[in-house]
């Protein structure tokens, strides 16, 4: 700021006026002092300007990795946040994604809130989160009270695997995400009553576990597709996996989707550029990342009057990993 006075010529208390957008300061001088913060590149301290107002105008994104998901995420939360007069941190560990270890969004959310941070979007939370500031859970954890965006996972799961039913498939295999996170168990869920409604019992050894991690589902894929009587068609519970289900398929010298038809959850980009293109569930990521943003300024302001929970509806994408099988079985 000292800076700033020297290069206009004026005082320091006149500097911060204008940088504060009190009034007594001429047309000309809030001019001449704005072209030297131009010139200077001058920005005020976020934590001085925190403990002045007791407002940052920053909101914080928490995740616990860089994926294509989160990537679509954060173009939704960036284009609601434009020209809104709040910046935004985003804040990650690098550790990988079989290390983290839990609390990891807690922990996260201590070091940003209140200081740093007015409030922040947190990115399917393991667990359930508290803060001294406002937060808003994109993906929450079962059970969660925490104000939350998400997709419709149950309808979605349903509409997928009732595709494959349509399409004749009866040996069904899911590879299922984190059983913590309300999306996954919402996944399964959809996948077991889409079966029930249709009759077919649901074959406990062809539901298999993963993470939402891609690299889980590869040894999941391949017991799935080794087996004496493997599948006709898998249900990833993401994309991520979906797209390594089809690795492994090439792997085994498998035809996608001749001997195996695959649907993913997600509609992430790589799924329409798969060779060939993935079936998948599309749940706007970027919608859900906007509608976030949108809460958490509101309720950061303390003007929200919508529901806590947002729940955006699911399409289903079809595209080139699904067809009949080759023998299609009696109901």
């Not at 709040?86 to 560990?93: E, R, S, T």
């Not at 195996?260 to 569930?281: K, Q």
């Amino acid at each position: 700021m000292s800076d700033v006075a020297r290069a206009a010529g004026v005082s320091t208390a006149t500097v911060s006026r204008v940088v504060n957008g009190h009034y007594g300061v001429s047309a000309s001088t809030t001019a001449q002092v704005r072209s030297a913060i131009e010139r200077l590149g001058y920005e005020s301290s976020l934590v001085a300007s925190s403990l002045r107002r007791s407002r940052t105008n920053v909101l914080g994104l928490v995740t616990h990795s860089f994926q294509s998901y989160t990537a679509e995420v954060l173009k939704g939360v960036m284009r609601a946040l434009g020209r809104s007069g709040f910046d935004l941190i985003v804040y990650a560990n690098s550790d990988l994604y079989e290390t983290y270890s839990e609390g990891w969004e807690q922990r996260h959310l201590n070091r940003l809130s209140g200081t740093l941070t007015d409030g922040c979007i947190v990115v399917t939370p393991w667990a359930g989160v508290t803060s001294r500031t406002p937060v808003v859970a994109i993906d929450p954890a079962r059970d969660s009270t925490t104000p939350s965006v998400t997709a419709d996972n149950l309808s979605g799961a349903i509409t997928a695997v009732e595709h494959l039913l349509r399409l004749g498939h009866r040996r069904i295999g899911f590879i299922a995400g984190r059983s913590r996170l309300a999306a996954a168990w919402s996944r399964e869920e959809g996948y077991r009553k889409a079966l029930a409604a249709a009759g077919v019992p649901v074959d406990p050894t062809l539901v298999c576990r993963g993470s939402f991690n891609p690299e889980s589902a590869a040894p999941l894929a391949r017991d799935l597709l080794e087996r004496a009587d493997p599948p006709t068609a898998i249900f990833a519970a993401s994309d991520g996996m979906a797209l390594k289900v089809l690795e492994v398929a090439r792997q085994l010298g498998l035809a996608v989707p001749g001997d195996l038809s695959v649907v993913g959850f997600d509609n992430i980009p790589e799924s329409a550029l798969a060779e060939p293109a993935l079936t998948t569930v599309d749940q706007s990521m970027c919608q859900l990342g906007y509608e976030a943003a949108r809460m958490l300024k509101s309720l950061v302001i303390g003007d929200w009057e919508g529901p806590r929970q947002i729940v955006l509806p699911t399409s289903l994408q079809v595209r080139g990993t699904t067809a009949a099988p080759k023998s299609i079985p009696d109901l």
